[in-house]
C-alpha cells in the first residue's frame, strides 16, 4: 500500500479529480524502478500503568461500558471477592487516582513474575519509570494495579468474577505487567519506488521481539510484509487505482472520548468524571446512543442560556483555573477565604443583577389540550425531567399532567369499565401509562385513585401487619418500582419493599416476606430468621 506520494521531491496531496487522473497517467506510461531500500530498527514502548481517566477510556473502547458502570465494577473489585475458603480479597488497589506511581515492592515482585513466567529476556535492565501527565496528579494514591499481580492472574481469579468482572480485571492486570516489561522489537521496511519525476512509498512491519506484548491478550501492532527486492529492480504495475476519500466531519463525543477530553482541559478530578456524565445523562441534557452522546433540547437551552449570561463561568479555562486554585489551597500555599472572595462578590454581583433584569421566558408550546381543572388551554412547558403539559392559566390553575408523545393531539378516550371506584362509587375507567394499563377513576381529578388492572380492589389476601383492618395491596412509586402499602393509607402508614405472606416465623411469631437479597426465600421482619427450606 502506497503510504507516501512526492512529486519533485515534495510530499503532495491530491484534492480533485481531475489530478489524480493526470498523475495516475503518468505513471501508466512512465517506467518504474526500486530506487531504495531502506530497513531500520524501532521499538514500542508499553503505556503507564492506569489512571481513574485511562481506565474509563479503555473499558469504554474495548467492552463499551458506560463510566458508571466502569467505576461500579471497579468499586467492586476494590471492596474485594470471595476467593473460595472464606478469603474475601481485594483484587486492585484505589481506583479515584490520577497518579501513575507503583510502589517499588510491587514492581520487584513483578520482575521476578516476568522472569519466571515469560522469560529473563522480558525483564528491562532498568526500571521503567512514568511521570503523571496531570501536573497536580496527587502522590497519596498509587495507579490502578492489581494488590498481588504475581499471584493473582487473571486465569487464577476467573472462577470467582463474573463476566464483566473478569474483563476490567484483566485489563488492569495486563497493563500494570506490560508497563514493567521490555519493549517490544519492530522491523520497518521503508521501499521508495520512482516513475519520472514521482517517488511513491510503501513501508512495511514486523514483529522481531514480544516484548510487553507478550503479556497482552490484543495485540496492538499489526504487521505488514512487504517482498523482498532489490534497488534499481524495474517494476511493472499491474493496475493503477485512484480512489476518492471525503473528509469526515469529527464524531460526536463517547464517554471515553468526553473523559479524555475533559482531563485534556484540566476540567474535573478523577473522583468527579463519572458523576458529571451521569448528570448530565440523568438530567436530559445529553442521550446516549449506542455510545455516542447527543445533545438534547434541555441541554442546548441551559447551555444557551448559561453562556449568554455567564460566559466567564461556564469558560472551561475558568473551570480549569478553579480547578488550580483549589489544588493550591490542599497544598496550603494559598488561603480558601481569599480564592472564595474574589469569587463570590463579583459572581454574587452578576447573579443579583440578572435576577433583576431578566424576564422569565415562558417556553409554553401551545396544544389542544384542556385543562380539566379550569378548561383553560395547556402548554407544553420543560421540567428536571423533561417536558409535560402545564395550564396556561399558571399560578391561578397548577393543574399538570405527563406529556404523552401525541400530547399535542387529543387523547384516546378512556375505555370503560364495570369496576366501580371503592373511593367515590363512580365507574372505573381503563387508562395507559408508561408503566401499562391500569384502571383509574373516571371522576378524575376530583377523585385520584387508581389500582392494578386484574386486582379490582389491590387486595392480596393479607391483613395488615400494622394495623389489623388494611388489606395489603400492590404499589408503584413514581418511578414505576413496585412496594406493598396499606389499603388504609394515609391512615395507616405501612409499607414495605418485600413481598409480604401469609407464613409466621416459627420463632418469634413475626410476619414473613419474601426478600429478593435472600433469593426469594421468606424472612421474618420482626427478628430476621430465615426460612431457607422454602424458596
Given at each position: ?143 490502578i494495579r492489581p494488590t498481588m499481580p504475581a499471584t493473582h492472574t487473571p486465569k487464577e ?260 369499565t364495570d369496576v366501580v371506584c371503592e373511593k367515590c362509587g363512580s365507574p372505573m375507567v ?106
Amino acid at each position: 500500500m502506497i503510504t507516501r506520494l512526492s512529486i519533485g521531491g515534495k510530499p503532495v496531496a491530491i484534492d480533485n479529480s481531475a489530478e489524480a487522473a493526470k498523475v495516475k497517467h503518468e505513471l501508466e506510461l512512465n517506467p518504474a524502478r526500486i530506487s531504495q531500500i531502506n530497513f531500520v530498527h524501532k521499538e514500542r514502548f508499553p503505556n503507564e500503568p492506569l489512571t481513574t481517566s485511562t481506565l474509563q477510556q479503555q473499558a469504554g473502547t474495548r467492552f463499551g461500558f458506560s463510566v458508571k458502570k466502569t467505576m461500579m465494577l471497579a468499586q467492586q473489585l476494590y471492596e474485594g471477592v470471595s476467593l473460595g475458603k472464606g478469603q474475601h480479597t481485594g483484587l486492585i488497589t484505589y481506583m479515584r487516582t490520577d497518579s501513575v506511581y507503583i510502589s517499588p515492592r510491587v514492581i520487584q515482585e513483578m520482575r521476578d513474575f516476568i522472569g519466571q513466567t515469560y522469560g529473563q529476556e522480558y525483564v528491562p535492565a532498568t526500571i521503567p519509570r512514568y511521570k503523571s501527565k496531570n501536573k497536580s496528579a496527587q502522590e497519596a494514591h498509587e495507579a490502578i494495579r492489581p494488590t498481588m499481580p504475581a499471584t493473582h492472574t487473571p486465569k487464577e481469579v476467573a472462577a470467582y468474577l463474573n463476566p464483566d468482572q473478569k474483563k476490567l480485571y484483566q485489563l488492569i492486570w495486563e497493563r500494570t505487567v506490560a508497563s514493567q516489561m521490555a519493549p517490544a522489537q519492530l522491523g520497518q521496511t521503508n521501499i521508495a519506488i520512482t516513475s519520472g519525476d514521482k517517488i511513491l512509498t510503501i513501508q512495511g512491519v514486523t514483529l522481531e521481539f514480544k516484548g510487553f506484548l507478550a503479556a497482552l491478550s490484543k495485540n496492538p501492532i499489526t504487521e505488514s510484509v512487504v517482498p523482498k527486492l532489490e534497488e534499481g529492480l524495474t517494476v511493472v504495475p499491474r493496475e493503477v487505482m485512484t480512489e476518492q476519500k471525503f473528509t469526515e466531519p469529527s464524531e460526536r463525543y463517547t464517554e471515553p472520548a468526553l473523559v479524555k477530553a475533559l482531563e485534556k482541559l484540566g476540567i474535573g478530578r478523577p473522583s468527579t468524571y463519572a458523576p458529571t456524565l451521569t448528570t448530565i445523562t440523568t438530567r436530559g441534557y445529553v442521550k446516549r446512543e449506542k455510545k455516542y452522546l447527543y445533545p438534547q433540547e434541555t441541554g442546548i437551552l441551559v447551555n444557551d442560556f448559561l453562556v449568554k449570561h455567564f460566559p466567564d463561568i461556564v469558560d472551561t479555562k475558568f473551570t480549569a483555573t478553579m480547578e488550580d486554585k483549589l489544588d493550591d489551597v490542599a497544598d496550603g500555599k494559598v488561603a480558601w477565604q481569599k480564592i472564595v472572595e474574589d469569587f463570590y462578590h463579583p459572581f454574587a454581583e452578576l447573579l443579583k443583577n440578572k435576577e433583576a433584569n431578566l424576564e422569565k421566558q415562558n417556553t409554553g408550546e401551545a396544544t389542544n389540550e384542556i385543562c380539566s381543572e379550569c378548561q383553560g388551554p395547556m402548554v407544553i412547558k420543560r421540567g428536571k425531567f423533561g417536558k409535560f403539559l402545564a395550564c396556561a392559566n399558571f399560578p391561578e390553575c397548577k393543574h399538570t399532567q405527563p406529556l404523552e408523545d401525541n400530547a399535542a393531539t387529543p387523547k384516546a378516550p378512556a375505555e370503560p369499565t364495570d369496576v366501580v371506584c371503592e373511593k367515590c362509587g363512580s365507574p372505573m375507567v381503563k387508562r395507559k401509562s408508561r408503566y401499562g394499563e391500569f384502571l383509574g377513576c373516571s371522576n378524575y381529578p376530583k377523585c385520584k385513585h387508581i389500582q392494578n388492572l386484574g386486582q379490582p380492589s389491590g387486595d392480596m389476601g393479607l391483613s395488615c401487619p400494622t394495623c389489623g383492618t388494611g388489606k395489603i395491596v400492590e404499589r408503584r412509586t413514581k418511578r414505576g418500582r413496585v412496594f406493598y402499602g396499606c389499603s388504609n393509607y394515609p391512615k395507616c402508614d405501612f409499607a414495605s419493599w418485600n413481598q409480604p405472606t401469609d407464613k409466621v416465623c416459627p420463632t418469634c411469631q413475626g410476619p414473613m416476606a419474601l426478600v429478593k437479597a435472600k433469593g426469594g426465600a421468606p424472612v421474618c421482619q420482626k427478628c430476621g430468621f430465615v426460612d431457607k427450606d422454602i424458596t
